[in-house]
């Protein structure tokens, strides 16, 4: 008899009744008669996670994305089992857990507000085609609710209504909407009621989450296999669901060298080295701050890497010396695909350790890239990265190169339809191996990896610095990152602006765009407003393919490179200020840009705005993002700020009209902010300086700001030699106090500071430092409310007449 072997098609399946529960330390298990597990871990208070099973047993826990530095550890938990469900509570939360369907309920413990709901639940269906299960999870939407994050979407910062995809692609000349692109960042913020919370599923197969699109009330995530395993962090504040996530997959390791956070210079390709030294030289002569300048693909001989193009670049040690000698850090790209040509010595040892990816029948794949073919390494395996991060040893401590930039690593493919891997790729996975459908979002993440690594054991004692396309979640603590291959149009700086907030929103703030747009060619005026636009995000860097013309500072009219002068110049005096928010975001993963929805939740009017951010805590940034403007309407949130430009102070709260020339670009400062500066310096570390320019601006009332600084490179700020200062302004009408607090060890270089009071609304008649009475006379420079006093001061008074 011929047994029929199709198998049953179930369509979607669901938890039935629960039949057990068990607690173990910080775990919670509740076990279903149909054999699923939900397995509850309270990580803290405010963050628990959710993994499910539905067979009986889970298998072995592994992440890439959570890192093993994360806080856990919670005040309370208590559990009771009633009627109809099981309730837990710690000191944040209570929980639900429904005896009939497995399904959960989320409130907030001080309140009993509701906050996130199953609304199916947890379902799944069985993967014919693969085996395993497609996961799913779908919840209940509010009304009013907003939903933020996810990465690199090309979208409204509000994902409300829509649907998304993610799987790392490499996504030339993509557009507004364009999904998937290169990240996979599966986190996202809900806002409701003024309470916000957020959702990271922490599963790597193609995931796709509906925002209420494909139905109003319902917002769902689903992948393509693996677990249904996500973790819910309770804000209630945006910023602290951003934190909280950022600490459980990761701050930055280290401090970014301070020149990395200047302006970078690149274009495919600048060569040979004479082109490269014109244009380092002209960036001197122009006096244009430039911190690094890139090599693209054409550095190598025929794209191998770790090679140099002889006829290009014979002596890169002395090339990037020189460039070294001039201020300039070279950065060079290195691409996943090895050359398949057996005289390549990387090529050789890959395949002779067997370090190569292979097809699932065992032989390697091989793929098509800028060499040629290719084969590629599987850095999901512990030797191989090892051994990538030791490739770096000639470039990085020999030739003196400072930076490492990871492309394709999506990895893609060309001359393929999917652009990437086959399906059937076998990875290591750090010991769980895997198909590529597993492996394939964090496959760039684990490439930049062992990037990082590489980077940092050679140009120890200095900091490591990485650029990376693909990313998964947490690879923020390895490198930075930008937005891929955009396109020169307005369109396109609108979509600059929104990714670099939703990557910071996501946890990832060292981001930036290509200024200038990659495709294509900006004119004068769009360049101008990208730069001005480009000085605020934290990676800057201008990048072009070079098909369409030059795109350097100087390369539209004289008018646009004094424009493109000035705010470059900008961002080198505001430096201080970047790098304290810097220390910060390692610090407590405060994120370095905030949208408007995250500086003020409860002002409803910030939910759906998507072109003002905030950089850092003080700075209030809109960028004209559209041509032949005089200024623009804009979002000013709530409370008193200064139009930087004129110190006009404007009340917030509402929309309002800027003036901003081809010239300008609408600023504002936070009232009572001190923001630090730094004279203009053609690249970090030309000059010594002795003096910081705080500008205070006037509040009456309480406003800190801080100051962080350390030697720049190096690690000796992680034994406390580093200096933060913290500045306490009290402003009333008749005086203004400012009081320092002093931590770390660090011996500053600078030795005073210069005080800008801008808006002080009386006329100054004394001061006292520590108590001391000074003639104003005599620490007053260029008149009237500008002075020089010693930095170590603890208590500054400024007294009206
Ligand atoms: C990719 C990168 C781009 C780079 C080019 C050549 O398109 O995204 O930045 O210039 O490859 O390496």
Redesign the pocket.
């Known amino acids: 008899m011929i047994t029929n072997t199709e198998l049953e098609k179930k369509g979607n399946l669901y938890p039935s009744k629960v039949i057990g529960f068990k607690k173990d330390v910080d775990k919670l298990y509740f076990s279903t008669d149909n054999d699923v597990i939900l397995q509850v871990t309270v990580v803290r208070d405010s963050v628990l996670r959710f993994r499910y099973t539905t067979t009986g047993n889970f298998k072995k826990d592994f992440s890439y994305a959570i890192t093993k530095y994360a806080g856990t550890g919670y005040n309370k938990l208590e559990i009771k089992e009633e009627a109809t469900f099981y309730t837990f509570t710690t000191a944040k939360l209570i929980c639900n857990i429904n005896k009939a369907d497995l399904k959960v309920s989320i409130y907030d413990a001080k309140d009993n507000t509701l906050i996130n709901k199953d609304e199916l639940g947890f379902h799944w269906e069985e993967s014919y085609e693969y085996g395993g299960n497609i996961v799913k999870m779908s919840k209940t939407s509010h009304d009013g609710e907003s939903y933020y994050g996810l990465g690199d979407k090309p979208e409204h910062l509000n994902m409300k209504g829509k649907r998304f995809e993610n799987w790392v692609t490499d996504s030339?000349a993509y557009g507004k909407s364009t999904d998937p692109l290169y990240k996979d960042i599966p986190f996202y913020t809900g806002l409701h009621h003024s309470k916000a919370y957020g959702i990271f599923f922490d599963n790597t197969f193609r995931s796709f989450f509906d925002f209420a699109n494909e139905r109003r009330n319902v917002t769902s995530f689903w992948a393509q296999g693996g677990e249904m395993n996500y973790y819910f962090i309770y804000g209630p504040k945006v910023e602290d669901v951003v934190v909280n996530y950022t600490d459980l997959t990761g701050k930055p390791h280290q401090m970014p060298p301070l020149w990395a956070l200047g302006y970078h210079q690149c274009k495919?390709?600048y060569y040979p080295e004479s082109k490269v030294k014109e244009i380092t030289s002209k960036f001197r002569e122009l006096k244009i701050p430039c911190d690094a300048i890139y090599l693209?693909?054409d550095y190598m001989e025929g794209f191998r890497c770790f090679t140099w193009s002889k006829e290009h670049f014979p002596d890169p040690k002395r090339m990037v010396k020189e460039l070294a000698d001039d201020g300039f850090k070279t950065v060079v790209?290195i691409?996943p695909g090895i050359k398949v040509d057996k005289d390549d010595p990387v090529y050789q040892e890959g395949l002779e350790k067997d370090y190569f990816c292979k097809r699932a029948d065992g032989p390697p794949m091989k793929g098509k890239v800028?060499p040629g073919e290719c084969y590629f390494p599987d850095y999901t395996k512990p030797e191989v990265r090892e051994w990538w991060a030791s490739l770096f040893k000639e470039l990085i401590e020999d030739i003196g190169v400072k930076g490492v930039w990871n492309?394709?690593n999506e990895p893609a493919v060309m001359d393929v339809p999917n652009k990437t891997f086959p399906d059937d790729v076998r990875h290591d996975y750090d010991g769980n191996p895997c198909s590529h459908r597993k492996a394939h979002n964090v496959y760039g993440m684990q490439m930049a990896r062992a990037t990082y690594h590489g980077v940092k054991k050679f140009a120890y004692p200095k900091r490591p610095f990485v650029i990376t396309?693909a990313a998964y979640s947490g690879t923020q603590r390895y490198t930075s990152s930008w937005t891929?291959?955009n396109v020169a149009t307005w369109e396109h700086l609108w979509i600059a602006n929104v990714q670099a907030q939703r990557m910071a929103m996501s946890g990832f703030s060292f981001i930036g765009s290509?200024i200038g747009g990659?495709a294509e060619q900006p004119n004068a005026e769009l360049y101008a407003r990208w730069i001005q636009l480009g000085v605020f995000h934290p990676f800057c860097r201008t990048?072009s393919?070079g098909d369409h013309g030059d795109q350097e500072p100087w390369a539209f009219d004289i008018d646009v490179t004094d424009i493109v002068r000035k705010f470059i110049e900008l961002r080198y005096k505001l430096l201080p200020y970047l790098y304290t928010a810097f220390w910060n975001h390692i610090q407590d993963g405060t994120p370095l840009l905030k949208s408007l929805v995250m500086y003020d939740q409860e002002d409803v009017h910030t939910h759906y705005r998507t072109d003002e951010f905030m950089f850092g805590n003080k700075i209030l940034v809109c960028p004209i993002i559209e041509p032949n403007a005089k200024g623009r309407r804009m979002y000013i949130p709530r409370g008193n700020w200064y139009n930087y430009w004129t110190n006009e102070v404007v009340k917030g709260g509402k929309e309002i009209w800027v003036d901003a020339d081809i010239d300008s670009m609408p600023l504002f400062v936070k009232e009572g902010a001190i923001i630090p500066k730094y004279p203009v310096q053609q690249y970090v570390g030309e000059k010594e300086i002795n003096e910081i320019t705080l500008d205070i601006y006037y509040k009456k009332g309480k406003e800190n700001s801080q100051l962080f600084d350390d030697d720049h490179d190096g690690y000796d700020y992680t034994k406390g030699r580093y200096s933060l200062r913290t500045f306490k302004l009290v402003g009333k009408e008749k005086g203004l106090i400012i009081q320092q607090h002093k931590a770390g060890k660090f011996i500053t270089n600078y030795k005073t500071f210069k005080l800008k009071l801008h808006g002080l609304p009386f006329k100054i008649s004394k001061i006292q430092v520590d108590n001391e009475e000074i003639l104003f006379e005599k620490v007053k420079v260029n008149g009237d409310n500008t002075l020089i006093i010693d930095k170590d001061f603890t208590q500054l008074h400024i007294i009206s007449a």
Do not use: C
Request: charged fraction near 35%; glycine fraction near 6%; hydrophobic fraction near 35%.
């Open positions: 030339y495919w390709s693209d693909i790209i691409d800028w492309d394709m396309r891929g291959d290509d990659f990048h393919s």
